[in-house]
């Protein structure tokens, strides 16, 4: 009986074992499929500005970056601001320079259409803030990704009693790693709640990582399929308007060179202040169905034209003078 018993210990770990592993692979999957669909929709929409805000503002501040309710754009973009300039009523460059800001700066300074300011003010700040975190969250709630059901599937998995929470040894590995912050009220447990919002944080982060990776990717192909020059089957004015090679233009450049805002409302698709190399390729593409479709319905209305007019001809008499 000791003998039956001491062999149960010694497999019982090794089962848990295979348990939590076989858990976080089931959590993983879940995730990068969330995470792929995010990203493609990322990719698509074209929008950075929020992912390479968090970025440099987590570079600048590690650890400091205070949790909000993504949904709530306002509370968000106010945490940024009190960030960077804390109870001061505007964003000093001097400031952002010190502290490793400078490109994020003149980035949203551009944006926002400026001009050569020593300051960007809280509610310039916050109006931009709000409409980049908008964009990000309508990229990451498009695409038809149920992410609270792919977390409520997960959380099911790993709460082995049902009791509604997860403790212990029902974690996974990566929520272990994370409990700090995904224990949002500090309990010790994460409730279904705390738990789709992990799963929410860490898909985006994945989706971020790899829209990153896809936009590379494409940038690659594209040069490879021009010979390797870059700006290959983009006109002139983009190159010249796009100094810092980012692949993009910005509204701030082209109002600068003198070119009609019109026009560039008409280029940027996704209406964010930016026209990159994805969107005008697309716009030429429309632009080109566009003008097809216009031909199509010129000639088609020539084509019913023409009958009406052979009816509308005066009949000539037999032996009749028509004059």
Known sequence: MRSIVSLLLTALPCALVRAGEEQDRFEEQAMARCAQHKAERLVKIGNWEK??????????????LPKTDFKKDED????????????ADEWRKADAVAAGLGPMFERW??????????????????????????NMAQAMEGGGVDTN??????FRTLDLNSDGELTGAEMSTGLREDKAQADANGDGRISKDEYREYFRRRTEMKAEKLATAIKANQTLMRELEGGGKRGAGLPDWFMKLDPDKEGQVS???????GRSTAD??????????????E???RWVKQKGNDDAQKK????QKGDDIAPKMQEEKPKKKDGANPL
Not at 116 to 132: N, Q, Y
Not at 251 to 257: E, H, T, V
């Open 51 to 64: 992912a390479n805000t968090i970025r440099d503002l987590e570079a600048a501040f590690p650890g400091k």
């Open 76 to 87: 968000e973009a106010a945490a940024w601001f009190t960030l960077v300039a804390g109870a």
């Open 109 to 134: 300074k551009q944006r926002l259409e400026l001009g050569p300011v020593p300051s960007i003010k809280r509610d310039e700040f916050i109006k931009f803030a709000k409409m980049i975190i908008r």
């Open 149 to 154: 059901g792919e977390a409520d599937r997960v």
């Open 251 to 257: 509204l701030f450049n082209w109002r600068k060179a």
């Open 264 to 277: 560039f409302q008409e280029m940027d698709l996704n209406g964010d202040g930016l026209i990159t190399v």
């Open 279 to 281: 969107e005008y390729h």
């Open 296 to 299: 199509r319905e010129e000639k």
